[in-house]
């Protein structure tokens, strides 16, 4: 098994700037890739980035690019998405992710390990 804790959600003003953190703990050996998803109240859970763990590879939502960042610090077993720019539109709760294979796939539905979620609301 896998664990996984975010932090870093939070109120902020449109144009400011969050980095969220995703802590992994457990069998991590397991993990090949990780990934944020997001999800606003009605809608569904939506792709926004993903990073193999090794940090050589990542992939963004269309929405996001240029604006966040997905990183890794392997010694620390955290992930990061840097996020700037942000729009109300970006309001929802952000959840880190995590598969064991390299696969580039977008569909929630393909993660294995799931953490609780973070917060984060963007005021106009």
């Known amino acids: 098994q896998v664990q996984l804790v975010e932090s870093g959600g939070e109120l902020v003003q449109a144009g400011g700037s969050l980095r969220l953190s995703c802590a992994a703990s457990?069998?991590?050996?397991?993990?090949?890739?990780m990934g944020w998803f997001r999800q606003a109240p009605g809608n569904e859970r939506d792709f926004v980035a993903s990073?193999?763990?090794?940090?050589?590879?990542?992939s963004y939502a269309d929405s996001v690019k240029g604006r966040f960042t997905i990183s890794r610090d392997n010694p620390k077993n955290t992930m990061y998405l840097q996020m700037n720019d942000l729009k109300p539109e970006d309001t929802a709760v952000y959840y880190c992710?995590?598969?064991?294979?390299?696969?580039?796939?977008?569909?929630?539905?393909?993660?294995?390990?799931w953490g609780q979620g973070t917060q984060v609301t963007v005021s106009s």
């Open positions: 457990g069998h991590t050996s397991s993990v090949y890739r």
């Open positions: 992710a995590a598969r064991r294979d390299n696969s580039a796939s977008t569909f929630s539905s393909s993660y294995i390990y």
């Open positions: 990073i193999t763990w090794g940090g050589t590879s990542t």
